[in-house]
């Protein structure tokens, strides 16, 4: 018999003996984890850590294509700039350029402006790393070029796109961004 202030009556008949018990909420033997058990919950773990592992490659992926749009959107938006200024007046140009920037380092060096002397404009605070490629060296198109040609005339820069040979999540490749 035992009663819940952890004392245990002994004995039977007349004389009753009560002791008590020293440690009434020790581990017994079979209260710890058998070697099946642990393996299960080593197994669980790996099962939602390998579940994980794609699911972070897809967003790394995701992100790099985000960085990717927004630094093609930016140059050809300084290139638009650059033809605007062109068509303004605001600078020499090339006869043969059509208006358009001869690389991206023009847009990043700046011109100078026929108004004010002196004074450059700048279009490009710097060249984007591709995300795609980690560098800067960008793929290049112009006007003279065809428009399924990968390689650039050199006259002047109308479009630009990446050089890697990837393809995206959508199914595109990324060079025809």
């Given at each position: 018999m035992?009663s819940?202030s952890?004392?245990?009556?002994?004995?039977?008949g007349r004389r009753?003996?009560y002791?008590l018990n020293?440690?009434?909420y020790?581990?017994h033997?079979?209260?710890?984890?058998?070697?099946?058990?642990?393996?299960?919950c080593?197994a669980?773990v790996?099962l939602?850590?390998s579940?994980?592992?794609?699911i972070?490659?897809?967003?790394?992926?995701?992100?790099?294509?985000?960085?990717?749009r927004r630094?093609?959107w930016?140059m050809?938006?300084a290139?638009?700039?650059y033809?605007d200024a062109a068509d303004?007046?605001?600078?020499?140009?090339k006869?043969?350029s059509?208006?358009?920037?001869?690389?991206?380092?023009?847009?990043?060096?700046?011109?100078?402006v026929?108004?004010?002397?002196?004074?450059?404009?700048?279009?490009?605070?710097?060249?984007?790393?591709?995300p795609?490629?980690?560098n800067?060296?960008?793929?290049?198109?112009s006007n003279?070029?065809?428009?399924?040609s990968?390689s650039?005339?050199?006259?002047?820069?109308?479009d630009?796109?990446?050089k890697?040979?990837?393809t995206a999540l959508d199914?595109?490749?990324y060079?025809?961004w």
């Amino acid at each position: 018999m035992s009663s819940k202030s952890g004392c245990r009556v002994q004995g039977s008949g007349r004389r009753v003996r009560y002791t008590l018990n020293p440690k009434p909420y020790t581990l017994h033997p079979q209260s710890g984890l058998t070697l099946v058990e642990l393996i299960i919950c080593v197994a669980i773990v790996a099962l939602l850590a390998s579940a994980a592992i794609p699911i972070a490659r897809f967003q790394v992926k995701r992100t790099k294509e985000r960085e990717l749009r927004r630094d093609l959107w930016e140059m050809r938006d300084a290139i638009d700039h650059y033809k605007d200024a062109a068509d303004k007046g605001a600078f020499q140009i090339k006869a043969d350029s059509l208006g358009y920037p001869p690389d991206l380092q023009t847009l990043v060096d700046g011109v100078e402006v026929t108004a004010a002397q002196g004074k450059k404009v700048k279009f490009l605070r710097r060249i984007p790393v591709d995300p795609m490629t980690n560098n800067t060296d960008w793929g290049l198109r112009s006007n003279q070029d065809d428009t399924d040609s990968d390689s650039f005339g050199g006259q002047n820069v109308f479009d630009v796109h990446s050089k890697s040979t990837g393809t995206a999540l959508d199914g595109t490749k990324y060079s025809t961004w």
